[in-house]
């Protein structure tokens, strides 16, 4: 997704790492925000030293998803 957003030159306005997800955020043409966002898998969500899930929020790291692409 992010590099048919980038192949199109459509400016992204935010990128985030949730823990249990990774999310883009644009607007569409009238200026409504979009988010665009995939769950990880529950196995690798994140948990405390209890077993409590964790959540935050984070920059997301958008060369290392290019990358992947590469991959």
């Known amino acids: ?15 985030a790492d949730h823990g249990v997800s990774e999310a883009i955020y644009l607007k569409d043409h009238d200026g409504n925000g979009i988010e665009i966002y995939v769950d990880r898998p529950r196995e690798q969500w994140p948990q405390d030293s209890k077993g409590q899930l964790l959540m935050y929020t984070r920059p997301l790291d958008i060369n290392n998803l290019m990358k992947e692409l590469e991959n």
């Open 1 to 15: 997704m992010i590099k048919r957003l980038e192949d199109h030159k459509w400016p992204i306005d935010g990128a």
